[in-house]
């Protein structure tokens, strides 16, 4: 059977079309990916509240810092503030599995907060640091693959 050129033309669309379907359906029908958190409009609200809380950690001299160990994500806080006076948690989200989500309570050992590598999968996390220092609030926000 010979097939000439408009018919190779219908065939070409058929195709496309075919295709841009079947990667809709396949983008609908998708549920691995989370864009927003389940409470949303709840966030919305505190949003400026979170605005003042980052400002407040980027005017501190010695800001928080992280990095991957051999084990696990240590985050280092400031030195010249009393351990003991720092309250909150640390909330690890993992944008590809909600099922991932953690939080930690802010248990400081000599400044340092070891988030345990059993912990955290090969990938990427968004890491929001939440805490108070003497009535204070102050937010540390990092992405990092891990």
Known sequence: ??????????IGFVIFIGFILFLVITMVNSSHHDLVTKD???????????????????ELSIK???KRTSEGYLLMFPENLDANKI???VFLYRPSNK???????????????????????????????KWEYEGKPY????????
Do not use: C
């Open 139 to 146: 937010l540390y926000r990092d992405k990092i693959r891990y």
């Open 1 to 10: 059977m010979k097939i000439n050129w408009g018919t190779g033309i219908v």
């Open 87 to 89: 309250k909150g948690n």
């Open 40 to 58: 949303y409009y709840q966030d919305e609200l505190q949003y400026q509240d979170e605005i003042d809380a980052e400002e407040n950690a980027n």
């Open 64 to 66: 928080v810092q992280s």
């Open 99 to 129: 099922q991932l989500d953690f939080d930690l309570p802010i248990v400081l050992s000599e400044s340092n907060l070891l988030i345990p590598d059993k912990r955290l999968l090969e990938g990427r996390w968004n890491i929001n640091v």
